[in-house]
């Protein structure tokens, strides 16, 4: 059982207890910048090579030259070094500095006070305005909006730019934030970013959830303020355990020069042995012979004295000048970087535009070598910026052109033909009528505020179909059907994720009390979700077809729950929502799955997600320079097959190869068949193909035989 926190707002043991919110983002200290940059520089071979070196040459009796002349070249490397590794981690201090002598609002007995955020601690009742980047992990207590809810921008952690809605604990009153003394049962620190379950002692236990969390290095957003218990700092946050300790990188051409240095090395030693040997025979022998040098009987010792003389007479193999010439090229390239015109974008929102910035200069002449690019498709490929385009409903496709004798045209909206929009049969509203209800949109300045493009997109669909999303609160959504205002109360939410791939609404009807169940996710957990007579073999030929064009498609699906159904299914999530830790996701998707389950279909929607400007150019021209690229995508395979030929990842002349399998047995034989294929057109790329996987098939079956 892992340990807990029991924390209380405005606690003085808390503030004792826990570390205080200093973030901590550099390398080096003033205390450990020197011993520090030392030890990393001598951990690399060649560097040991000239200290070693350095050494030998203060010994007289071997040293050919002034010992000042390989010393001060040493020096002034590793201090070129230094100062290029200290001008870099200066501005990660300076990023520290920023972001801990900010200011927040804090209450301090009993009124606010603005401190630096680095003086927060667990225990903190903090007060974070709109526009402002959230200091800590906080507890969401209070917000300007009267339902409770809160957005918040999670870019810095995922990369998503879409908004976050948070919300107030349900049903908990706090009069006054001056007089909240509840108490927050949590977890000791982790890195789910998602996953916060707790418990709020107040009046009445209460089920706290990520829901009710504000990240640290987020942003609030369409919300005036919140006030938030510190529950983690520093790096005891969410942010901070996910970090790790920036490793020792080495670009390519130090490994080579390291690699190739070794061989130097070894030759050099080589030689010095040998004429080594050779020298001190011949002192042994024909030197004895001259009087007038006074040779004395040698000492043991003095055998080493001409290998280790001619060690440092061949040092000149491997020059320290070149590890001078190679920093000094490497901080050059980082300049050069930032001057280059190509690289610059003018339309960064700063009075200057913004201009490529190396942000390490040891590792700038990488980026010539780089073999492999893996990418994100929505949002890096594309504009994260979505368009309802077609949808399938009672059979048939709506949109795409579709007519006798012609193929789908993505380009062809529904709402570009007549009819369409005017239509009032059942299957039609309920389909708009899904959009419109089953989402976590909400309104702000009479603008749309979602949490996802796909949703806005959806809810603009339904709003040109006359189900028009009027309002969201707390308990309650609203709608006007087609002239008639209808009112929701929400039961429940049933929130998308990655597992489930869908998410779900539990309503009930103002005016005539029924209660339904919508759905919408990907085609393969909602189909299976159907009812067993449910007839969707139409409907999965349109969502081949949708995929085909390139377009993103959900399914829509319903159920009607009784009262005395719902009453039941209280009480499980109820109990479910009591358990704590990874417990509590366990029970609560064994809930879900019981009303999620027998529905009945609604229909299907097809989305567009257009590529950003210039990325096939892009892509064809990183190709032809021998790099590989990846995309990765969730998406539906027919639909990223027609992304990635938009993308120019693949062409028309190019043969498309597929490896797809539920077994290891249909893996084995999809890579069989893709090395025959590899054989009949590139024999030695097969025979190193078919090593390598040998190899890997005779460990992986070795790994299985030692476990069983």
């Not at 339902?147 to 919300?167: Q, V």
């Not at 998602?194 to 640290?216: C, I, M, P, W």
């Not at 999303?469 to 087609?482: E, W, Y």
């Not at 309503?507 to 979700?529: F, H, P, R, V, Y």
Request: some cysteine; hydrophobic content about 40%; proline content about 3%.
């Amino acid at each position: 059982m892992p340990s807990e926190r029991r924390v209380k707002p405005y606690s003085a043991e808390c503030r004792e207890a826990y570390m205080a919110n200093r973030v901590v983002n550099s390398k080096y200290t003033m205390l450990s910048f020197i011993p520090k940059n030392i030890y990393e520089q001598f951990g690399r071979p060649l560097n040991m090579y000239f200290l070693l070196i350095a050494g030998l040459q203060l010994i007289k009796a071997i040293a050919p030259v002034n010992p000042l002349s390989t010393i001060v070249p040493l020096v002034f490397a590793f201090a070129l070094t230094a100062i290029k590794e200290g001008f870099d981690d200066r501005e990660r201090h300076r990023e520290d500095s920023k972001f801990n002598n900010r200011k927040y609002e804090v209450f301090v007995n009993g009124s606010l006070k603005q401190i630096a955020s680095e003086d927060i601690h667990v225990g903190d009742v903090v007060k974070v305005n709109k526009g402002n980047e959230i200091p800590c992990d906080l507890f969401l207590l209070q917000s300007s909006d009267e339902d409770g809810l809160a957005y918040i921008r999670t870019d810095n952690l995922d990369g998503e730019i879409d908004l976050k809605p948070r919300n107030c604990v349900e049903n908990l009153t706090i009069p006054s934030i001056t007089d909240f003394n509840g108490i927050l049962v949590y977890g000791e620190p982790d890195n789910n970013l998602y996953s916060f379950n707790s418990r709020l002692e107040h009046d009445k236990d209460y089920t706290v959830s990520g829901a009710q969390l504000l990240l640290q290095s987020c942003f609030l957003q369409n919300t005036e303020w919140v006030y938030g218990l510190a529950v983690y700092t520093g790096s005891d946050t969410k942010c901070g355990q996910n970090k790790q300790d920036p490793p020792l990188k080495w670009a390519g051409v130090d490994r080579l020069v390291s690699h190739f240095a070794s061989y130097v090395f070894i030759f050099q030693l080589s030689v010095a042995l040998f004429m080594g040997i050779i020298g001190n025979v011949y002192r042994e022998t024909k030197s004895r012979d001259a009087w007038y040098l006074s040779f004395k009987a040698a000492e043991a010792y003095e055998y080493l004295v001409i290998p280790m003389r001619f060690f440092l007479l061949t040092s000149v193999m491997i020059p320290i000048s070149f590890k001078v010439i190679i920093d000094v090229s490497k901080y050059y390239i980082s300049l050069v970087i930032g001057w280059d015109i190509s690289m610059y974008d003018a339309d960064i929102d700063a009075p200057a535009g913004s201009p490529a910035k190396a942000n390490s200069t040891s590792l700038a002449e990488d980026l010539g070598q780089i073999e492999c690019i893996l990418t994100d498709k929505t949002g890096t490929l594309t504009d994260n910026i979505m368009e309802f385009k077609a949808c399938s409903l009672s059979g048939e496709i709506c949109g795409g052109g579709i007519a006798p004798g012609k193929s789908f045209d993505p380009s062809v909206s529904p709402f570009d033909g007549l009819g369409f929009a005017e239509r009032t049969d059942a299957p039609y509203r309920l389909f708009a009528k899904t959009l419109a209800l089953c989402h976590t949109v909400n309104i702000e300045d009479g603008n749309l505020a979602a949490a996802s493009p796909d949703e806005e997109a959806l809810v603009k669909a339904a709003s040109r179909m006359r189900v028009r999303f009027i309002a969201r609160t707390k308990h309650t959504i609203t709608i006007d059907n087609d002239g008639v205002t209808e009112v929701y109360k929400i039961l429940h939410v049933f929130e998308f994720d990655s597992d489930r791939k869908m998410m779900s609404m539990l309503l009930q009807n103002n005016e005539t009390g029924e209660t339904m169940l919508l759905s919408k996710g990907a085609d393969d957990k909602l189909i299976a979700k159907m009812d067993e007579t449910q007839l969707t073999a139409p409907m999965e030929k349109h969502l081949c077809m949708f995929a085909s064009a390139g377009l993103r498609t959900l399914v829509l699906g319903h159920r009607t729950v009784s009262q005395s159904e719902y009453n039941a299914w209280r009480e499980i999530i109820e109990s479910a929502l009591k358990h704590t830790g990874d417990t509590r996701d366990v029970e609560v998707a064994k809930a879900y799955t019981i009303l999620e389950s027998k529905l009945t279909l609604v229909g299907a929607t097809a989305i567009e997600d257009k590529l950003q400007d210039g990325v096939p150019e892009t892509i064809v021209k990183l190709r032809e320079a021998g790099i590989s690229f990846w995309m990765l995508t969730g998406d539906k395979f027919e639909t990223a097959k027609q992304i990635s030929r938009s993308c120019g990842l693949w062409t028309a002349n190019e043969s498309l190869l597929t490896i797809s399998y539920e077994t290891d047995v249909q893996m084995d034989n999809d890579l069989r068949r893709l090395l025959d294929i590899c054989e009949r057109n590139h024999s030695s790329l097969a025979e190193t193909l078919n090593e390598q996987y040998d190899d890997e098939l005779q460990a992986a079956s070795s790994a299985v035989g030692e476990s069983k």
